[in-house]
């Protein structure tokens, strides 16, 4: 079984602070995906890593992918409210199912 | 486009009742699947679907039955609803076959089981 570990679990920050979310595993992933999920709603990605290696930007946050594709990380530059939500990040294996971490829940207070 | 739509948005069932979750998709997607999701637990795969007519067991597919027999719908149902099922359910939708298959998820659904 493939696991996926993120931290922290909850995270509660001042508006304009940075911030970095990590994933780790102890298995290899073909590919990892990161999604937000705000209350009430289904998760929506927002990106998906391949090499290892990769950093991929999307405005005010950070995605880099592990060399040995292990791993992952989520930078966020000066928060804001309405980066507030649940995080969760998805790796998949050499099947069609995606492993999820079990989430990160960012705070951001004006 | 809709994207993946799901019905109902909440639902109360009493231990042992019976109900079908709904769940459609308009992006002509071959893989569907079902997750529920319980806090501190994230998101857990139950079912799941590569295309019409074939269907297969995710991590927690005790209780729960599913069929595909359209591309655009994956019912889920709940044989015996017992209070281990409250939770809110969430259906999906992506590609198959090579790529990275980013999933697209409907609004849930918010089951209560008392």
């Known amino acids: 079984t493939q696991l996926l570990e993120q931290s922290p679990q909850f995270l509660s920050i001042q508006e304009g602070e940075n911030l970095t979310v990590y994933c780790n595993s102890s298995s290899v992933f073909s590919s990892l995906q990161w999604y937000r999920q705000e209350p009430g709603e289904g998760p929506v990605l927002l990106v998906t890593v391949v090499t290892g290696g990769e950093v991929k930007k999307l405005k005010r946050l950070t995605f880099q992918f592990g060399d040995a594709r292990k791993d992952s990380s989520l930078h966020i530059t000066a928060a804001q409210p309405g980066d507030t939500g649940l995080y969760l990040c998805a790796g998949r294996g050499s099947n069609y199912k995606l492993t999820f971490g079990k989430g990160t829940l960012l705070t951001v207070n004006p | 486009n809709a994207g993946v739509t799901q019905t109902p948005k909440f639902q109360v069932l009493k231990t042992g009742q019976s109900m079908t979750l709904q769940c459609a998709q308009d992006m002509n997607h071959e893989y569907m699947s079902w997750y529920r999701q319980d806090p501190g637990m994230g998101l857990r795969l139950i079912h799941y679907?590569?295309?019409?007519?074939?269907?297969d067991q995710g991590e927690v597919p005790n209780g729960y039955n599913v069929s595909r027999s359209t591309t655009e719908d994956f019912p889920l149902r709940l044989l015996s609803a017992a209070p281990s099922q409250t939770s809110v359910y969430f259906c999906?939708?992506?590609?198959?076959?090579?790529?990275?298959?980013?999933?697209?998820f409907g609004p849930g659904t918010r089951l209560t089981v008392t």
């Open positions: 679907s590569v295309g019409a007519g074939i269907t």
């Open positions: 999906a939708s992506s590609y198959s076959g090579q790529g990275t298959r980013e999933q697209y």
